[in-house]
């Protein structure tokens, strides 16, 4: 865990959560802007540190991409501030700033830079982009809703975020599409209320902080790196729980946040909704079932004096968050009764 020794990457971690909470708590459109702009600036050089040619065109892309829909964001918030009482036209604002923020989180259909820069990042810099990059635009978006459109939006993230990683050998890009899959799960956990969105975000920042860990300690990027490997039964049963988890299969506590979602929609009779929220979801542990599959049964050469192991302390960490994986849906169920 070299990152925390390093004290330039510390100081651009703490502009970064600290961007976050100026474009939150400002109270002009302005002020949200500046804060994702700062937001930009200090991501870059924690994505661009290493010497690495993937990092490079990574940091660059990430560059571009933010800036356009910063660009898109502050013409129309200019131009809101101008035409402010044409009911038509304010309609078709709500839409743009709503894409403009859909574009820097990496949501279908500006989705298309989102695996490509994953790809070039660390386990850590992955963390971070798809958990604490989705606080402030998605925050910014609900403070402006275009509700139709919204919609549609969260109708084309489940599915492309399952269909698009059915095909995938890159552990990054399948946790990109993943990423993806569970926006579409937090945009409408937002359109309900803020606190259940909140309760989604901690639960899988919760989730894919664990995975991140397991694949930065095992030092894995590819499908079959997992499954030639010769692993740890433990660390395999590890990665059971979580990808499970991951996947919201109903003993997991993945599974608590989507329930509460699937109860409001079906409350507010999106009944077609539900069935495409569902129908994903089975696509989605599909491709997670078929790498732990995979990884339990592949016929591998194994070799007696080469095993992988993991430190200990770093074990017992993760054993313990895979226990609270497992029993937190028994917990929760107490909770909601």
């Not at 131009?79 to 036209?89: A, D, H, Q, S, V």
């Not at 552990?171 to 969105?197: D, H, P």
């Amino acid at each position: 865990m070299f990152f925390f020794m390093n004290s330039n990457k510390l100081f651009f971690l703490f502009i970064l959560i600290f961007s976050t909470l100026i474009s939150i708590s400002s109270n002009s459109w302005f002020g949200c802007w500046i804060g994702l702009k700062i937001n930009l600036l200090s991501f870059i050089p924690l994505i661009s540190s290493s010497n690495n040619m993937l990092t490079t065109e990574a940091s660059l892309k990430y560059f571009l991409t933010q800036s356009i829909a910063s660009i898109n964001f502050l013409f129309f918030i200019i131009l809101k501030m101008t035409l402010m009482k044409n009911f038509e036209i304010n309609n078709l604002i709500s839409i743009m700033i709503n894409s403009s923020m859909l574009m820097k989180m990496g949501s279908a259909p500006f989705h298309f830079w989102f695996p490509n820069i994953v790809e070039g990042l660390s386990w850590f810099n992955n963390f971070i982009l798809m958990t604490w990059q989705k606080i402030t635009p998605i925050i910014l978006l609900s403070y402006y809703i275009n509700k139709n459109f919204i919609i549609l939006i969260i109708n084309i993230n489940i599915i492309i975020g399952a269909l698009g990683g059915l095909n995938q050998t890159s552990l990054r890009k399948l946790m990109a599409f993943s990423s993806i899959n569970n926006l579409g799960w937090m945009l409408s956990a937002i359109m309900i209320s803020e606190n259940l969105w909140m309760f989604y975000l901690f639960m899988y920042s919760f989730m894919i902080s664990i995975m991140c860990f397991l694949f930065y300690i095992l030092n894995m990027f590819y499908i079959n790196q997992l499954f030639i490997n010769n692993m740890n039964f433990l660390i395999k049963i590890n990665l059971l729980i979580n990808f499970l988890s991951l996947g919201g299969l109903p003993p997991f506590i993945g599974f608590f946040p989507k329930w509460i979602i699937i109860n409001f929609l079906i409350n507010n009779n999106m009944y077609i909704m539900t069935f495409i929220f569902i129908m994903m979801s089975l696509i989605m542990l599909f491709f997670y079932i078929r790498i732990i599959y995979s990884t339990f049964m592949f016929n591998y050469f194994k070799n007696k004096w080469f095993k992988i192991f993991i430190k200990n302390n770093y074990f017992k960490f993760i054993n313990f968050l895979s226990f609270f994986s497992l029993t937190g849906m028994i917990l929760s169920t107490f909770f909601y009764l």
